[in-house]
């Protein structure tokens, strides 16, 4: 069982954010399964059956987490991997491509992603990493009940809806022919 299976699928940048999320959510319950049963799992609305096996799948998380040795900080490979192929699709539809509606997408996310991107300096992300890794810090802020300006919030949609048609792109790619999904 695979609870994101779905949205890896249907939306791959939206499976990205979540995966990350879950990743803090498992390292802020220290990777410590009865933790996680306890203030994930016991109060969700569901069956025992059900409970069981959503425990069952964040237990394999967990393990994936300490076997590559992110238990305070990364990202699991097989998120990393859709990261990497949204960047390689990315540059495909922006410099081969020329899908129309992607690149007018682009030229209105595209200035946020630049100044991101120069802000973060040398530690800067490829355009498909920062803007997801901006849509994951603004959710943050607003669980948190932060103030999120209104030219973050513009930004935002920009980026979102830029990763939106990435994701339909993405989501066509993976039904060609000899194009697996992972």
Do not use: C
């Amino acid at each position: 069982m695979d609870l994101l299976a779905n949205k890896k699928r249907e939306n791959a940048a939206a499976y990205v954010i979540s995966m990350w999320h879950l990743e803090d959510l498992l390292r802020a319950q220290d990777l410590d399964l009865h933790k996680v049963v306890e203030h994930l799992v016991e109060p969700l609305d569901a069956d025992p059956h059900t409970k069981a096996s959503i425990a069952t799948w964040y237990a394999s998380v967990i393990d994936r987490m300490r076997d590559e040795e992110i238990v305070r900080s990364g990202h699991l490979a097989e998120v990393a991997e859709v990261v990497n192929e949204l960047e390689f699709l990315h540059t495909s539809l922006v410099e081969v491509l020329n899908d129309k509606e992607y690149d007018t997408l682009m030229e209105r996310a595209g200035p946020a992603l630049q100044e991101l991107q120069q802000q973060a300096g040398e530690e800067a992300f490829g355009p498909v990493e920062t803007g997801l890794t901006a849509i994951y810090g603004v959710m943050v802020l607003r669980a948190g009940d932060k103030p999120v300006s209104a030219g973050t919030a513009e930004a935002e949609q920009h980026i979102r809806a830029l990763l939106e048609r990435l994701s339909l792109h993405y989501k066509q790619m993976r039904k060609l022919p000899g194009v697996s999904m992972n």
